[in-house]
């Protein structure tokens, strides 16, 4: 089976192209082949490597609707240029510029296309429109995602697939759980991704703010994310957390780490991982520190409030309040937390894994062409 995943990435990082290695991993003894369709900025810096196919015109995301309008019309029409050296047996589309040329594929070409939505788009219309479309899949990461659009899930035409985390995460030892108070050693948090305004990084830099002086000295915050250089406002929210840092002296809590290709060094030797956005789709750095035994304090919102059983793998706190987050934070300094040991925090993410979250795509897959044979 051959499968060409639609994407238009400018840059090897995200979710999404975390995904689709996993599945060239997964699928790999299966014969699968993946060829993924980027722009032709993209630079290769994780591994495992992809096999790409390069076009100056096919973007992922632009803020400008006509701009990603062309694009995706203009990957329509290089696709049929791209089959010539040989058919492939699924069309698999991620990005907003990726549905944009699935839908024209499903309506124009009248062949079936899937695609995976990994973000919860304001445009609610337009995936509503897409999914009425005959030959069109879509996926949805949660079903929190699918109820954003206003869709319930229906297999195979709408179907909730989880992303998913690398196996190596599952095979790492597990760490030594810690209780709280403990006097020698800090509670070290752990916050993973890009510094961008959405995911909402100053929540947890006001939470710290916000801790008694006792227990601000009992923690620490390790910040690791590359700051987007093509984004202007990347930059100045990182300015912004910097200064915050200096203005309300919490220097000694919290260290921007930089950029990372090694998301499992960073966590493995984290306390518990923070993820304080209010707009995740789902989170796969959540699923990968529970995968390590590591619970999350996560925002109660979207995804991560579906992976994340509060008091169990973790704990829950109220969407864009520091003061809450703050409080959350206490509550595991004091030890008023009670968690699963790690080895359960790790089953709970198992059907998350790389190889269940495969099997699933690779029951959509199989559906999809044998639709495909029959038309």
């Known amino acids: 089976m051959r499968v060409l995943h639609i994407l238009g990435a400018t840059d090897d990082t ?49 803020p400008n609707p006509v701009r990603l309008l062309c694009s995706g019309l203009r990957a329509w029409r290089e696709l049929k240029q791209i089959e010539r050296d040989g058919r492939f047996d699924v069309l698999h589309a991620h990005s907003r510029g990726g549905l944009v040329c699935a839908m024209a594929v499903a309506s124009l070409d009248r062949r079936p296309v899937l695609f995976t939505s990994h973000a919860r788009g304001r445009r609610v219309w337009l995936y509503r429109v897409a999914a009425a479309l005959p030959r069109l899949h879509m996926v949805f990461l949660a ?67 916000l801790l008694p002086a006792d227990a601000k000295k009992q923690v620490e915050f390790s910040l690791w994310g590359p700051t987007l250089t093509a984004d202007a406002d990347s930059e100045q929210f990182a300015r912004e957390l ?9 220097e000694e809590q919290v260290k ?9 060094a960073c966590m493995k030797n984290g306390d518990w991982l923070v993820h304080p956005t209010t707009n995740e789709p789902l989170g796969i750095v959540i699923i990968e520190a529970l995968a390590l035994g590591i619970p999350a304090i996560v925002s109660r919102s979207g995804g991560p409030a579906e992976i994340v059983i509060p008091g169990k793998t973790g704990l829950h706190f109220a969407a864009n309040s520091a003061e809450n987050l703050a409080g959350k934070i206490l509550e595991v300094l004091r030890g008023e937390v009670g968690i699963l040991n790690p080895a359960e925090i790790r089953e709970s993410v198992r059907n998350r894994s790389g190889s269940a979250v495969t099997n699933a795509y690779c029951r959509l897959y199989d559906e999809i062409v044998h639709g495909q044979a029959k038309r």
């Open 143 to 209: 079903h929190d995602m699918a109820r954003h659009y206003g869709l319930i899930e229906r297999w195979p035409k709408r179907s909730i697939i989880s992303s998913s985390c690398a196996e190596v995460f599952f095979e790492h030892p597990l760490g030594q759980r810690h209780s709280w108070p403990i006097s020698h050693r800090r509670l070290r948090l752990i916050g993973v991704g890009n510094l961008v305004r959405w995911k909402q990084w100053d929540l947890v830099l006001k939470a710290l703010r």
């Open 14 to 62: 995200g979710g999404i192209l975390s995904v689709i290695r996993n599945l060239q991993t997964a699928t790999a003894p299966r014969g699968v082949q993946h060829l993924v369709w980027v722009n032709s900025a993209y630079h290769e810096v994780r591994r495992p490597s992809l096999t790409y196919r390069l076009s100056p015109g096919f973007i992922a995301e632009s």
């Open 256 to 264: 921007f780490c930089g950029p990372t290709n090694d998301v499992l």
């Open 242 to 250: 910097r200064d915050f840092v200096q203005a309300n002296s919490l």
